[in-house]
């Protein structure tokens, strides 16, 4: 099924969350002017996936019909590839589409479950998760993904820590579902969406079984209260791009949170944490390139308007172009990292498709550390005008706005007007509290890079690499016709399947 | 003279310059709020002065008693030592001292002064450039510096511009003085200034005469109009350090401004121009250096402090220490670069000691480049609440206080109010408007990374260190004791005496 | 066809090549210990076609049967893949593959036959082209690529040279074909190959039409002089890798050398010449990713066996993972660059699918620019002692050996002698002569990374991107239907089909 | 006493120590082919200092006369700055000045005597360590430091060694003085110095007392052998530079040396010898500053040079220019390290000034992770032909040299014999065993990358910048003037003056 942006807001206001922007309850989601640009944001994937023209990229195709392409799990290397492109278009009209994470979390709960069935007599959680997944798509729902805890002490694991709620945890097994107390701390768009899907944040031991958890609630449970930030920079009149797409992240608290038993993927069956915690974060590592490279796009055509409009020639500036295309270089560098992934996308349980975790993870850490010299270079092509404009209150001074249009203005056949508006709009994206935001979630979302580089290393078939330099160090080796030479493509590049769903060995296991 | 903060602040109350903040005229700068930031912040380095503790740092002696060391011309490389330090140390509690500026500028009029007044019958600019210091140190002003134009059509020099007001410029000579229109477009903190000094922007040309034009004004002077942003993020509750110390920037605007012959330091002698932009852009940009390592000192004890509210020990945590000690590299490996141009401090015209300008330009140009890298560390160190953890709107309300505190509290033994402060406090100085605006402003304040570069390769003698591998590459080098080998600290490190007056050869001109 | 090692080795026996090594005149390439090295390096290439493990990557089938990859044209998106995997496991043995220039130079006059065909009058370029990689294939020849001009003074293009012999040019043509003179300066592998394919090197104006040539000789044609360098290191003992891999370049003298037209691509079609020159570096810029991949995943294997012999445990040592993981990002970053190159690879003339250029030249200028941080990460890995350890010259010194083996050896279960070893493998590879020229081959090889960003800026879709912004900046964006946005997976990311084929506008045009 | 560069190899003809290179035994180590250019960059310190033009920077004034400015032990800020200034004099002249380390190390030990002296009854470490600054100084010694022990498994203490001699350590106490056995492993230029002071390598604890021992022997000492490998690359024909000046580094193996108690600076007293190991640490990195800084001036020069013999004009080409300008910015920012460290030295005990850690470890540690990059940088510059123009072997090759120094050349007003000889130059200094000799050095000599950091941080002021930050937050600093704020310039930068000589806490505490 395929709502419109429409019914998408109308859905919201069907729905009665307990969600605080700034200290105030909000009355309705929908119509909050401090979530707006969530809202607006969310509702471009749904309007999008019903235009003629974005239709092909937005949507998937399924036994029950169409259906919106952020929910689809990947079934094959050109699903991976479809989804980063689809999720770089909506990212370039958005900054992020933040709906994505939905089928980065099913794709997960999914691939894991059939091991977790195997694990046990009369589990079904492959059937749960298949129904969930259909749940979703054939109500064409948006889902907020809550997997990072807000962790308390972080030298301590979950079980012991002071105040157990700083984590998700079940309080209480009943016969019809599980009772769940605790807290997410960063949860992407949280008010306005449909429900939302918690995800553990972090391979478990035994000890810390209570916190093995995953399921999904509606966004309006009994017991779950949303503390949300603005979306964007709603209300702002700088705002050029952020006043109208934005992203709210919320604090959820869950207090006696009652989850029926079939919308739960996970509930004491600590060693399979790890696995679903690993599996959603390479699945969600891997979009997340395709964000950053729309935000990417953004810089790139403003910074090269900005050089117009300040009458220079990127042609005739080797300085300028210089940076603009180290830009691309950054972008592109880190989206065929996104693209690598795809190609050697490993083949999992249930007929999922799994991105390559090693380039996966690269990528994601090349857009997590460049994205500030990214902001660097936007700023050395636009000039430092973009932070010294008057602001929008002085566009219609009457005593200065006139003198200001012809002193200000660049090129001459470039209006004042036109300058001034991109400018903003840079100053916006990157030079703003949504800038530094973008920064912030682009470094740590989906995990620190630390996590990224653990990620990388435990990965890497490190010992194929140590096995080719002994037999060179032998120099038998061309003679030996017997010996065997590895050749080709690695399915997964991983060490041995297993890895994958093993719990990580050592080092700190959370990944968020 | 040293004024009291209090009587800076009345001061300016005598003075009504023609100031609009957000489309808004207003009508005492002293009591604007938002402008107070940036009072505060000026008021700090009137303050410090009078301090106890603070007075050995900020103090200068002259023949007519204690001055503002803000003010005071170097005449050793030890007082550019002492610069160094006194900016470090006010930058430290406000950000931007911005006071500074004033000792740069008269410093680069002083010494250009004896070679204008040698190129001309009659002239007086020695004179009247030591009476100018006299003045400011003697009453302890505060003097905003207008240097960069706005500029226009940036591929066509001054005179070429279709509008002639893009750049300031002599528009009238008359017995008393001369009569100045046009526009800079970047004037640090102009509208709490009791005085601006004009500049000239770039290199001229003949063509360009009227517009190599260097001047002081009152900040009320007929026909001055500053069209200003405000000063950091005033009533922003969640501007913990932003709300209380920041920097306005003002368009300036002038539309037939008399000028009194005595406060005119260049009217029209073009081939000086050079040489006075280039002197101030040498001292302004090894300043710079001392204030952006205040800021540092802030990113590295919040960094610190924040992994400690985490409930981490930097001790037990490899990575953290790796990007807390990266951080310490960065600003420390730029202010080395500021100490070492004071070392190698050259001797002027008028007693005036001006900094080395190759490491004062790789100094700046470090902290430009690496200021992004600086944001990145720091949050690379707080990990990713610092976007994510409720608002100031959310501490007050009764309804989500209590458990928030509870819940979201690191270490116990760091209540939750610590924690968020210093993630608030992060948040402001890296990503928030001010966080972006002291990104950009690092990078293209006192010239762009290209200005940088260019002064860097012009001013290095590399045509020694062409002789030198000659020298070797002639193998006799060692057995010929007539060859002489260069040795020694050079005076400046550059090629000649004279380059440091002459008007650079070719390249893009403009410094700002 | 496919000839066994000895074979190609027996088949050098039968040319008689013009060969300076050093100074002296070489008798026998196949016998010369001088160019062993490199020899062997080939002589691989055609063993790994034949051994049962590796044929299935070296392979590629035609209609005339099976021949070697490194002769084949990419005809497809997963041929470029193939190219990928099958020349990255060559340089992993060798370090550098060498005879797949012959498969990109062969693509780019394959590809370009058909435009130059159009363009005049009974023109068989088409033809030639084909029937020349019949021959290459069907024989299973080892073609040595001439690209890069001496050059002469590299301000002036080629016809205004004082020395016109500093580029190879066309000095006769007669009935039966051309007469050619002039000098290409670094030729891969050339005294071991059966022939030279001879690609103009850079765009061509009509002035240099008689520059503009494109032909096949044989190696020991008349009037082709060789001077070489030794390949790798032949004859050091401490040169574990580059005693026995390695590779010759060549300055190739051509004195009148006598081409038939049949092996004539290009003679004087000067408006050709860029789209010949930058398809062939597209496609090689594009191998070099892999090859270079492959010697990075030694120094991988290095740096992991040197760490365990100096008796530490990389899971307990986090510098050392950190530089191990930073090789790995490197490594695999500029390959993922490659592989997405090939996923969005263009369909050119005559079933020619070319690698995306953006992609290719991030590729390549990443692993260009980054090889020196490779080399930095391999010896921060492996500590000091790989240059400080005895030579080998020490291993058989009875006074010392025994004495040096016990104390310098490190953890107690791992031999000094496989501690040295490995220490000298790492020295080979990156701390000798032919760890030096690795770097300055993968800097300048292909292009100089001034090359690669020029490519970059001019083939990448500034103008979508610019578009995209107006688009938003434009506020009615989102009502506007009927507006079209652009979605999709694009065609070789190029602004139109034309600039492909057409010279360069501006800037330097000459590609390596 | 000044010997001068004759005088100084006839001094070494006195000596007879156990020397081997590639497996001989030295008969006479001044005569010594393989040793020449290590004897030749040692002589020029000595002709340094007699030579009219570079006396002033190489000469020393005591009590007892002049001396050589590289055994000085620093007392003053003026004389670290003079130490900078003469090393890299002599080091752009040789590549590696190696006699400076006498200086670093005697004013380790002289530091650090009265704090020895000090902690027990009846020691005289203090007029030892003066006695022989006194005959170093007296005699124009030229003295190795040996400090680098073997280690053997890096994961285990001294004492816990399956192989004790991997360390150097104390056999027998005997009345007239201490019998050492053990092997110290990266020693420069060894072979030709008149005596080894050997350090201790690290901190240590009272288990490995034994292997806290610090003293002096003649390089002829009976039981002390020398495996060494030769210096630079001694008769290689392209070797222009490393032909006739470099360094050796020998592994020194101690069989029962015995060593009178007035050699002996340290045997036993454990706790003292982190502080030992610390200061020399710390001067030697501010010395190796001073080293690269002229390894950079070479490269600055030989990057011109080849620019010109190339046929381009820096002033026209932006890329190169731009390469240059990085090239000169990592030099003198490193530099700028060393200088800053000089100005902010601590005063020690026994009148020694240290430089301070904080910048000469940041300087350190910059130019060995840069080195790589200014390879590349000068790769950039001076394009592929340095690894690829004919070897000199063909210079005279009667059928080849003609054509070859026709088409090779570049400027037709430059000859190709200058070209080749600076591309030879570039090659021998940064693509050849000499070249990744220099970058392993670099990165690895007086420390790995490791130990900076880890002095970095624990020499930082944190606590500091965690209270300035702690004043902000409470917002009555401003009105609270009897807080106290800290100011001026800090002596030493270090936390308290205590750390400096207590071992450091955790971390891994080797410093080599």
Redesign the interface.
Known sequence: MLMSDAEYRESLRALKPSV??????VACVADEPALAPGV?AVG?TY??AL?E??A??LRAEGPGGAYNRMLHVPGSDADL?QKL?AVR?VC??TGCAQRYLAGDAIAAILQVAPALDADGPGREYGTRARAYRDHVTGRDLAVGIAM?D???????RPHAQ??P??HVHVVERRRDGIVVS??K??VTGAPYMHELLVMPGRAMTAADADFAVCFAVPADAAGL?M?A??AGRPGEAAA??SG?FGQS?A?C?F?RVFVPWERVFLAGEWAHSAAITYAYATHHRHTCIAARAGFG??L???G??MTEA???????A??L??A??DL??IV??F???G??????GTAEAAGVVMPDA??AN??K??LA?QI??M??LA??VS?????????P?????P??AG??S???????DIPYE?RI??AR?I?DL????Q???Y???S???GG???AM?NE??RR?P?A???????D??D?G??AD?TR??R???QPGRCCAQGCRTAPPA?GRDDVS
Chains 1, 2, 3, 4 share one sequence.
């Open positions: 605080y922007v700034d200290g105030r309850a607006n471009l309007a999008f235009r023209d974005t092909p990229a590839l492109e278009l370039r009209y990072t807000a962790k308390g002490d972080r030298s301590l002071p105040r709620d700083t605790g807290t701390a960063i209260t503390v930030r603005p050029s791009f109208r992240t604090v608290l207090d796009d953004l790139i055509g403003a090269a308007l300040n009458g220079l020639d990127l042609a005739d080797p300085g172009r210089e603009m295309t691309i270089r592109e560098g989206y065929a990292c693209v690598a992934a795809s190609v050697y090693v380039f690269i990528g850490l090349l550390t500030y010299e902001h660097r700023h050395e000039g430092g005008l973009i932070v010294a404009l008057p602001g209150g002085e566009d219609h001074n005593l200065t003198r200001l012809e002193v200000l203005a660049g090129r001459s036109k508006a991109v709009f100053e990157t030079a703003s509290y800038g530094g935001w920064s912030v979630i470094l740590h979302g620190s890079p630390h580089k990388i290393f890497y490190v194929d690499r140590v096995e080719l330099v002994l060179l160090l120099r080796m061309l016709a065997r030479i050749i080709g493509r050592g």
